[in-house]
């Protein structure tokens, strides 16, 4: 459910945030220099938007719950809405490494990825499919699960890179190396 949805990005975030970097020096070239502080600094924002995107999620859930529940002909449509707000949040989480890196904080994170919503759900919706496949998790349970949380999310952390280098074009100096200090 959507506690473990976040408990795998919050346990995969190294290996996404490493994916998406490594995706982004193969692109553009910019390099990403190793620091302790930094990271530890990223991890805790990343932490902090793993909390916050859930809390917003959890509350729309929430809502669109409450509505189904007085309004019982919208739970068709809810279930579609309730699949669609996952997919923007998962998107949401893949473009907010590209995010991080441009040292955005969380509003600026949230804003942008606003500016792109196709983008973001988009990527989020493949990512949805991708992880929960119709009739396959029916079929093959546990190994097709084991393959989508080791594979999916890398796909789509890489994705997130390569359709915002393609949409936007290259981030400020990403062309260059970035010097290590």
Excluded at 1 to 18: D, E, F, Q, R, T
Excluded at 134 to 141: A, E, R, T, V
Excluded at 146 to 172: H, Q, R
């Amino acid at each position: 459910g959507l506690v473990g949805k976040y408990l795998v990005l919050i346990v995969l975030s190294p290996l996404l945030a490493y994916a998406s970097e490594r995706t982004e020096e193969i692109v553009t070239g910019r390099t990403f220099p190793f620091r302790l502080g930094p990271l530890v600094k990223d991890i805790g924002r990343g932490i902090v938007m793993a909390f916050r995107n859930g809390l917003i999620e959890t509350f729309i859930n929430t809502l669109v719950w409450c509505a189904t529940f007085f309004i019982a002909p919208l739970v068709p449509i809810s279930a579609i809405v309730l699949w669609l707000v996952s997919s923007w949040f998962y998107g949401f989480s893949m473009f907010d490494y590209i995010f991080e890196r441009q040292r955005m904080g969380v509003r600026a994170s949230a804003r942008t990825a606003w500016s792109r919503p196709g983008l973001v759900l988009a990527n989020g919706m493949l990512f949805n499919f991708l992880m929960d496949p119709p009739f396959l998790q029916w079929m093959f349970g546990p190994v097709v699960s084991a393959a989508c949380f080791c594979v999916v999310p890398v796909m789509a952390s890489i994705g997130a890179v390569l359709a915002w280098d393609k949409v936007n074009g290259p981030t400020e100096g990403a062309r260059q190396a970035i010097p290590s200090h």
